[in-house]
Nanobody
């Protein structure tokens, strides 16, 4: 089984910083790409950062310059550094991994999600 475990969320004042972590464990052949999403109450889940196995990153304009995604391939862990936090960053942050598993002679590529970590920014 594959498991994604996020950590690092919490309550922080506006202007502060947080670093979220997401560790992937289980029987994995390859992690293709990883990303961070967030979902605020009453809003759809949105992508805030993504990184490929080669290290290419992608951010929406709304978070560019404040969010930084990075990964440690040896630890199967992805990080999200969030700086200059704003109250509108308040949301549950989810980690997603697109990864390939090998079983019974067949390669399977699927998306897996973590359970989410709450980030609350006070003004």
């Amino acid at each position: 089984q594959v498991q994604l475990v996020e950590s690092g969320g919490g309550l922080v004042q506006a202007g502060g910083s947080l670093r979220l972590s997401c560790a992937v464990s289980g029987s994995i052949f390859k992690i293709v790409a990883m990303g961070w999403y967030r979902q605020a109450p009453g809003k759809p889940r949105e992508l805030v950062a993504a990184i490929t196995s080669g290290g290419s990153t992608n951010y929406p304009d709304s978070v560019k310059g404040r969010f930084t995604i990075s990964r440690d391939n040896a630890k199967n862990t992805v990080y999200l550094q969030i700086d200059s936090l704003k109250p509108e960053d308040t949301a549950v942050y989810y980690c997603k991994a697109e990864l390939t598993r090998y079983s019974g002679g067949i390669y399977y590529t699927d998306d897996y999600w973590g359970q989410g970590t709450q980030v609350t920014v006070s003004s």
